[in-house]
C-alpha cells in the first residue's frame, strides 16, 4: 500500500505537481527503512526544480530548455534537461486538452461557479470566467476558452434542446460572452458531440440582409431537415429549399 501511494507522488513530484504534505509524509511513513523512501525524499529534491520550471509561461519553457540544451553534457544534467523536456510537453499537451482548468490549476485560480442548466443563468457567472481566462491566456500565451469540455458538451445540450429562434439569440449571446478568440474553440468543442448546432454557432454574430441572424437560417434549415418539412420551390431551376 506504502509503495503504490509513493509511485503515484513520486510521478507527480518529478512532473513538477504540488503534492499535499500530509499525503507525502504518510508515504514516506509507510515506507521508512526502504529504498522507496529514499525515492520520496529524492523526488522532493527534484521538486524544487519541476515545479517552479512548471509555473513558467510555456514560451519561457521553450527558451529555458533551447538555451540549457548545450550545458546537458554531464548524465545528470541530460537527465534532467529530458525530465524539464517532458514537463514541457505534459504542459503543452494540457493546454490543448483543457487550457482552462489547467491554467487555474498551474496559477492558482478556483474557477468561477458557473450554471450550465440555460444560457440566462450562465452569462453572469462566465463574464468572471473570461476575466480568470484573460489571466490564463497572458500567461499561457494562447486563445483559453473559459470552459472545460465537460460543461462545453453540457451547454451543447441545453442549447440543442431550445427552438431555432430561441438557439440562435442564445448562441449569438454564448458566442459574444466567450468572445471572438476564444469561440472557436467552444465551437469545436461542441462539434464533437452535435456538428448541427456547431455549424450554427460559427456564424458567431453575423446577420442576414434582412437582420435576421444567420445562425438562424441554419437552425431553421436543420429543423426542417429533420421533421421532414421543406418545401421544394420548382419556379426556380430545380429544387430550393423553402425556409419559414
Known amino acids: 500500500q506504502g509503495r503504490e501511494l509513493a509511485r503515484g507522488i ?75 523536456t517532458k514537463v514541457a510537453a505534459d504542459a503543452q499537451a494540457k493546454l490543448k486538452a483543457d487550457g482552462f482548468t489547467y491554467g487555474a490549476q498551474t496559477l492558482g485560480l478556483t474557477p468561477a461557479p458557473i450554471d450550465t442548466s440555460s444560457i440566462v443563468n450562465l452569462v453572469p457567472g462566465l463574464a468572471t470566467r473570461a476575466r480568470q481566462a484573460a489571466q490564463i491566456q497572458a500567461w499561457a500565451g494562447q486563445p483559453i476558452l473559459p470552459l472545460s469540455p465537460q460543461e462545453s458538451e453540457s451547454i451543447g445540450r441545453t442549447l440543442s434542446a431550445l427552438a431555432p ?70 419556379s426556380v431551376n430545380g429544387t430550393k429549399p423553402e425556409i419559414a
Open 10 to 84: 513520486i510521478g507527480a513530484l518529478q512532473n513538477g505537481y504540488a503534492q499535499d504534505p500530509t499525503i507525502v509524509n504518510e508515504a514516506k511513513r509507510l515506507t521508512q527503512g526502504t529504498s522507496t523512501y529514499a525515492d520520496i525524499v529524492a523526488a522532493e529534491t527534484q521538486y524544487r526544480v519541476t515545479g517552479e520550471f512548471r509555473q513558467l509561461p510555456p514560451a519561457v519553457q521553450a527558451q529555458a530548455l533551447a538555451d540549457s540544451k548545450p550545458r546537458a553534457v554531464t548524465p545528470e544534467g541530460a537527465a534532467l534537461h529530458e525530465t524539464l
Open 165 to 234: 429562434t430561441a438557439k440562435a439569440e442564445a448562441t449569438a449571446k454564448l458566442y459574444a460572452s466567450v468572445g471572438p478568440q476564444a469561440a472557436p474553440m467552444l465551437v469545436q468543442q461542441i462539434d464533437k458531440s452535435d456538428k448541427a448546432l456547431a455549424l450554427g454557432m460559427a456564424a458567431g454574430l453575423d446577420m442576414t440582409t434582412a437582420g435576421r441572424r444567420t445562425s438562424e437560417l441554419i437552425f431553421k434549415g436543420q429543423q426542417a431537415l429533420k421533421d421532414g418539412t421543406i418545401k421544394p420551390d420548382r
